[in-house]
């Protein structure tokens, strides 16, 4: 099975387990009119299949109209440049991932802020990275994954989507956690990067848990460890990396929802009340297990809270690799 074929049954199940329409919950937003979810990436990929649930969530809650719209480009820029200035009533939002946060690290310019120029919602959920190899790779776990490369420096080699997505953060995080010397091997995008390691032409790969679940289900792949504090329920045998003796190594790919800066507060509070009802669910629920994800929720501080702590940890990541994207 190929992570395009994964993503697009991932997809179609989801959409179809929230297809049962429910009565209106929460107040409208903006007199009724369309809301639209900004995604910054394409379709079929784990940041916009939760951007449609949430838009079905929503729109049963608040009975009104919540449609999902891909502004793709410069790694997530257009997108979030759009919503940040974007009219602050509630009617324009981004489900935002760690791009939001890593993004003014990478870039040696942007056009706009969006740690002022982007207000939280409401976190809504999250799911681990996961360290991928193929089943014949000569080691099993993560732990004697580390060992062999601090044996061989140079030797081990690691893919990505392209320099500065999760995946390829997650990696240099680890490196810099462990002490390794893997080299890397940008991609232009996750679905080259892991057919190239389903071949053995690069060592290992990390990958959030939602895409590689099918493959690892398939037995086309195997996990080393799980970046997590805890053990996934959907890969109940793999260890985290914590309890593989490589410790404060913990990596999830989130997703929440933001809008442009200026939002009244009761605009954000109905939102997030009505993320928090479409989060206990469940129709919500289900979709979101069916990506092995965790359900976040909270209010808009305890996602600027998160925000915050992100900011902190991947731009450290980046300023001590020098990662750079132009």
Same mark, same amino acid.
């Given at each position: 099975?190929?992570?395009?074929?994964? /993503?697009?049954?991932?997809?179609?199940?989801?959409?179809? %387990?929230?297809?049962?329409?429910?009565?209106?919950g929460?107040?409208s937003?903006? *007199?009724? /009119?369309?809301i639209?979810?900004?995604v910054?990436?394409?379709?079929?990929?784990?940041?916009?299949?939760?951007?449609?649930?949430?838009?079905? !969530?929503?729109?049963?809650?608040?009975?009104?109209?919540?449609?999902?719209?891909? &502004?793709?480009?410069?790694?997530?820029n257009?997108?979030?440049e759009?919503?940040?200035?974007? +009219?602050?009533?509630?009617t #324009?939002?981004?489900?935002a991932?760690p791009?939001?946060?890593?993004?003014?690290?990478?870039y040696a310019?942007l056009?706009?802020?969006p740690?002022?120029?982007?207000?939280?919602?409401?976190?809504?959920?999250?799911v681990p990275?996961?360290?991928?190899?193929t089943?014949?790779?000569?080691v099993?776990?993560? /732990?004697?994954?580390?060992?062999a490369?601090r044996?061989?420096? =140079?030797?081990?080699?690691?893919?990505?989507?392209? %320099?500065?997505? #999760?995946e390829?953060?997650?990696a240099e995080?680890?490196?810099?956690?462990?002490?390794?010397?893997?080299?890397?091997?940008?991609?232009?995008?996750?679905?080259?990067?892991?057919?190239?390691? +389903?071949?053995?032409r690069?060592?290992?790969m990390f990958?959030?848990?939602?895409?590689?679940?099918?493959?690892? +289900?398939?037995? +086309?792949?195997k996990?080393?460890?799980?970046?997590?504090?805890? &053990?996934?329920?959907?890969?109940? !045998?793999?260890?985290?990396?914590?309890?593989?003796?490589?410790?404060?190594?913990?990596?999830?790919?989130?997703w929440?929802l933001m809008?442009?800066? *200026?939002m009244?507060?009761?605009?954000?509070s109905?939102?997030?009340?009505?993320l928090?009802?479409?989060?206990?669910s469940? !129709?919500?629920r289900?979709?979101?297990?069916?990506?092995?994800?965790q359900?976040l929720?909270?209010?808009a !501080?305890?996602?600027a %809270?998160h925000?915050?702590r992100?900011?902190?940890?991947? =731009?450290?990541?980046?300023?001590?690799?020098?990662? #750079?994207?132009?």
């Amino acid at each position: 099975m190929s992570l395009h074929c994964a /993503r697009r049954a991932l997809l179609s199940a989801l959409v179809l %387990a929230a297809a049962t329409p429910r009565p209106a919950g929460a107040q409208s937003i903006a *007199g009724g /009119r369309p809301i639209r979810i900004i995604v910054p990436f394409g379709a079929g990929g784990a940041v916009d299949i939760v951007a449609r649930i949430v838009a079905r !969530e929503l729109s049963a809650q608040l009975n009104q109209s919540v449609v999902v719209e891909n &502004r793709t480009g410069a790694g997530g820029n257009i997108a979030m440049e759009y919503v940040a200035r974007a +009219q602050p009533d509630g009617t #324009t939002l981004l489900m935002a991932s760690p791009s939001v946060v890593a993004n003014p690290f990478l870039y040696a310019s942007l056009s706009y802020d969006p740690a002022t120029q982007l207000a939280p919602v409401g976190l809504v959920g999250e799911v681990p990275s996961v360290l991928l190899a193929t089943p014949g790779f000569e080691v099993s776990d993560a /732990r004697a994954f580390v060992a062999a490369a601090r044996a061989r420096p =140079g030797h081990f080699t690691f893919g990505s989507g392209g %320099a500065g997505t #999760t995946e390829h953060l997650a990696a240099e995080m680890l490196k810099a956690r462990a002490g390794l010397d893997i080299t890397h091997v940008p991609y232009r995008g996750g679905a080259p990067a892991m057919t190239d390691l +389903q071949a053995g032409r690069i060592s290992v790969m990390f990958s959030n848990l939602s895409g590689a679940l099918p493959l690892l +289900q398939a037995g +086309q792949l195997k996990a080393l460890g799980i970046a997590d504090r805890r &053990r996934s329920p959907a890969l109940r !045998e793999v260890p985290t990396f914590a309890e593989q003796g490589i410790a404060d190594f913990n990596v999830t790919v989130w997703w929440g929802l933001m809008g442009p800066n *200026g939002m009244p507060a009761e605009v954000v509070s109905r939102l997030n009340a009505a993320l928090q009802a479409a989060l206990a669910s469940a !129709e919500m629920r289900a979709a979101l297990d069916r990506l092995a994800a965790q359900s976040l929720g909270g209010t808009a !501080e305890d996602f600027a %809270a998160h925000l915050a702590r992100e900011r902190t940890a991947w =731009g450290a990541v980046i300023r001590a690799a020098g990662i #750079t994207v132009e």
